[in-house]
């Protein structure tokens, strides 16, 4: 994460967070979303320097579509939904598995080097 992007959302979350109120939930969210959206793009960096002559699709253009499924994928299981089918082109895919999906980056990077599955596992 930038180091100067820490500090200054620490500080917002708990200034946000000291008067509960549905204005500090929405405020808390919107933070959550950026950090979301940091978290992404850190990714991506680290995809590019580790694998420069591997052929991806990177998720710039998909800013505001993780986000937007965040929001389906929370309102989702509020509403006791058991299952979600996602069809989407390569932009930002592996993002949205590892950030939003919970698919295990280790195993991602398995697969990245060209392997099958992680042996033991």
């Not at 993002?95 to 992680?118: C, E, N, Q, T, W």
């Amino acid at each position: 994460m930038q180091r100067w992007l820490f500090p200054l959302l620490r500080g917002v979350v708990v200034v946000a967070c000291s008067t509960p109120s549905v204005a500090c939930c929405r405020r808390v969210a919107l933070l959550l979303l950026l950090l979301l959206l940091v978290l992404l793009q850190a990714f991506e960096h680290f995809l590019q320097k580790k694998y420069p002559t591997l052929k991806r699709y990177s998720g710039e253009g998909t800013e505001s579509l993780l986000p937007a499924l965040d929001t389906i994928f929370s309102t989702a299981a509020q509403h006791d939904v058991g299952d979600i089918v996602i069809g989407m082109a390569h932009r930002g895919r592996l993002g949205l598995l590892v950030s939003l999906l919970g698919y295990p980056a280790r195993k991602l990077f398995h697969k990245l080097m060209g392997l099958d599955d992680i042996p033991g596992e």
